[in-house]
C-alpha cells in the first residue's frame, strides 16, 4: 500500500542514520557507548518511528517526532542493548530449588573459590606432585568417595549427561531392564526412554505403571541384556495399590545373572532429611550401601551446588566411563569443578552444611525463622505509610522445587500485598519487570512473597521497588486483604 501524502512527509521530516549519530557523539550520555551499539540503537530506533508512521491506525496531531526525542529513545535503546540479559532475580516464589531461576544459589565458600579460580591459572589438568598432564576428575574425586563410600567416581556437566554416557558405556547395542513406572520425563520433555535411545541401549519395559515385581526383572534377562536400570521417581509420587523392587534386591539378581545395576536418583542428597521433619529422600551413601553397580546423581538439585551430574560406584566401571570418547564432550569446566569442589568440603561436616550450603539452609528452615522474616519485611512495607497498600500474613507452604520432593509442603508464613487501585497483575508485572526483577506468586487476587528463598538484603530491594509502584495512578479498586 502506498504512503498518504501526509505519511510521506512524515517520513521526510525523519533524520538520517549520520545525522543522529553526529548528535549522539555530542551528547555527554553516550561516552563510552561503542560505535557498532549506537549505530544499532539509532537504526533501530529510526526503523520503529517509521513502522508507527506506516501503521494503518491514523497517526495523532501533533507528531512527535523531533530529533531530541529520537535521540533520548536511541540513547535508552543502547543502555537496554549493553545489559546484561542474565541478571539478578529475587525469588519470592517459595519453591527453593526454582529450575526457572537458576535452581540452587551457592554458598559463599563457593562463590569466592570459583572467583579465585576464574582469576587465575590452576591446575585442573596438572598433577603437581609429578609434575605432568592430570585428569581433571580428579579433582573431586577423592572427596566425592569419601561422602559417598563409592569406590570411585567422577563428574560430567549434568545429570542427563551422566545417564547417557553410562548408558552409551555399559548398554550400547543391548538390553536395559526397567520398570514401566520408573520411565520418567523431566522438565523441559527429556524423557528416559529418549535417553537411552539416543545412547543405543535398546529399552526393556517391565511391570506395570503402578507394581512391578523381582520375578518381572528375572523373567526379562536374557542373552541381550546389558544393564538393569533402577530410576528414582524424584518428581512424582505413585499412592495406593503399589510395588516396586528395592534396590538391594535389584543388585543381588545382578549378581545372580553378571549384570550391572544402575541407579538414577535424579535429584541427589547427601543429608537424611527426615532428621527435619521432612519427607524422606534416598541419599548417595544408602544407594553405594546396596551394592550399586554405578549411581548417578545432580549437583544442584537437594545437594546445593552448581549444575553437575555425579557418576559414583565401582572403580572398574567408573574407568569403563572414562574411556568413553563421550566424556569430554560432557566434561565439566573448572569453574563448576570449583565451586563444586568448596561445596562437597562443606559437606565433610553436615552442621555446617546445613548453615552455609543455602538450599539445605532453606528446606531445612522451621517455620519459627520464616516468620521472623515475614514479620520483619510486613514492618518495612507497613512503614512506608501509603494508605493504597495493605500488606498482611498468610500461613502458605514453601515447595523444594527442581522435580524434587513433589508432595512435600513446607510450612510457611508468607507476605500478601494489595494496592488499592492497581490489580495484581499490573502488580506482578511491574515486579516482574523491576531492576532486581521479584519473582512472587499470585494467590485469592493477592501477590504473595515467601521469604524463605529472600535473602535479608533483598528485603530492603523489595520495599523500594513497592514504593515505587506507589506511585502508578490508580486505575480502579481492589479489595482489602486481611491482616495479621
Given amino acids: 500500500m502506498k504512503p498518504s501524502d501526509r505519511q510521506q512527509k512524515l517520513l521526510r521530516q525523519l533524520p538520517g542514520v549520520d545525522r543522529l549519530l553526529a548528535r549522539a557523539n555530542e551528547h555527554p550520555d553516550c561516552q563510552g557507548i561503542p560505535k557498532a551499539v549506537m549505530l544499532k540503537a539509532v537504526r533501530e530506533t529510526l526503523d520503529a518511528q517509521r513502522k508507527i508512521i506506516l501503521s494503518p491506525d491514523p497517526t495523532p496531531e501533533p507528531f512527535e517526532a523531533s530529533e531530541d526525542s529520537l535521540l533520548e529513545n536511541a540513547i535508552q535503546r543502547a543502555a537496554a542493548i549493553q545489559a546484561f540479559n542474565l541478571r539478578h532475580v529475587i525469588n519470592a516464589t517459595g519453591v527453593v530449588v526454582h529450575t526457572n531461576l537458576g535452581r540452587s544459589r551457592l554458598a559463599p565458600?563457593?562463590?569466592?573459590?570459583?572467583?579465585?579460580?576464574?582469576?587465575?591459572?590452576?591446575?585442573?589438568?596438572?598433577?603437581?606432585?609429578?609434575?605432568?598432564?592430570g585428569s581433571r576428575y580428579s579433582i573431586v574425586e577423592e572427596l566425592v568417595c569419601e561422602l559417598t563410600g563409592a569406590e570411585a567416581a567422577m563428574v560430567v556437566n549434568n545429570n542427563a549427561g551422566a545417564v547417557l554416557l553410562c548408558l552409551d558405556t555399559l548398554a550400547h547395542g543391548r538390553e536395559v531392564v526397567i520398570s514401566r513406572g520408573e520411565l520418567v520425563e523431566i522438565g523441559g520433555s527429556f524423557r528416559i526412554p529418549d535417553v537411552m535411545a539416543k545412547s543405543g541401549a535398546i529399552l526393556r519395559e517391565i511391570g506395570t505403571t503402578n507394581r512391578t515385581h523381582l520375578r518381572d526383572y528375572e523373567r526379562a534377562v536374557g542373552s541381550e541384556t546389558g544393564l538393569l536400570l533402577k530410576v528414582h521417581t524424584s518428581n512424582y509420587h505413585i499412592q495406593g495399590f503399589t510395588a516396586a523392587v528395592h534396590?538391594?534386591?535389584?543388585?543381588?539378581?545382578?549378581?545372580?545373572?553378571?549384570?550391572?545395576?544402575?541407579?538414577?536418583?535424579?535429584s541427589g542428597n547427601f543429608i537424611d532429611l527426615t532428621e527435619h521433619g521432612l519427607l524422606a529422600e534416598p541419599t548417595a551413601q544408602e544407594s553405594v550401601a546396596c551394592g550399586a553397580d554405578v549411581i548417578t546423581f545432580s549437583g544442584d538439585k537437594l545437594l546445593g551446588g552448581p549444575q553437575a551430574g555425579f557418576i559414583v560406584g565401582k572403580k572398574t566401571?567408573?574407568?569403563?566411563?572414562?574411556?568413553?570418547?563421550?566424556?569430554?564432550?560432557?566434561?565439566?569446566?573448572?569453574?563448576?569443578?570449583?565451586?563444586?569442589?568448596?561445596?562437597?568440603?562443606?559437606y565433610r561436616d553436615q552442621p555446617t552444611a546445613k548453615q552455609r550450603i543455602p538450599t539445605v539452609s532453606m528446606l531445612t528452615m522451621p517455620k519459627t525463622e520464616v516468620e521472623k522474616r515475614a514479620r520483619q519485611l510486613k514492618r518495612k512495607l507497613t512503614a512506608l505509610k501509603r494508605s493504597p497498600l495493605t500488606v498482611g500474613l498468610f500461613d502458605l507452604p514453601s515447595k523444594a522445587g527442581g522435580g524434587s520432593l513433589p508432595l512435600l509442603e513446607l510450612p510457611s508464613c508468607c507476605v500478601g500485598i494489595q494496592i488499592t487501585g492497581i490489580s495484581v497483575?499490573?502488580?506482578?508485572?511491574?515486579?516482574?519487570?523491576?531492576?532486581?526483577?521479584?519473582?512472587?506468586?499470585?494467590?485469592?487476587?493477592?501477590?504473595?512473597?515467601?521469604p524463605r528463598t529472600i535473602q535479608?538484603?533483598?528485603?530492603?530491594?523489595?520495599?523500594?521497588?513497592?514504593?515505587?509502584?506507589?506511585?502508578?495512578?490508580?486505575?480502579?479498586?481492589?479489595?482489602?486483604?486481611?491482616?495479621?
Fill in 456 to 484: 535479608d538484603d533483598e528485603l530492603n530491594m523489595i520495599v523500594d521497588t513497592i514504593e515505587t509502584l506507589l506511585n502508578i495512578p490508580a486505575t480502579g479498586e481492589t479489595d482489602d486483604i486481611s491482616k495479621s
Fill in 425 to 450: 497483575n499490573t502488580i506482578e508485572k511491574t515486579l516482574r519487570r523491576a531492576k532486581p526483577a521479584i519473582i512472587g506468586r499470585i494467590e485469592n487476587d493477592i501477590f504473595i512473597m515467601d
Fill in 317 to 346: 566401571i567408573i574407568e569403563r566411563i572414562k574411556q568413553n570418547p563421550l566424556t569430554r564432550a560432557l566434561r565439566i569446566d573448572k569453574l563448576t569443578l570449583a565451586a563444586l569442589e568448596a561445596t562437597l568440603h562443606l
Fill in 247 to 266: 534396590l538391594k534386591e535389584l543388585v543381588a539378581l545382578g549378581t545372580r545373572f553378571s549384570l550391572p545395576v544402575m541407579e538414577d536418583l535424579g
Fill in 109 to 133: 565458600e563457593a562463590i569466592a573459590h570459583v572467583a579465585a579460580i576464574a582469576g587465575r591459572y590452576s591446575n585442573l589438568e596438572f598433577d603437581l606432585a609429578v609434575g605432568r598432564r
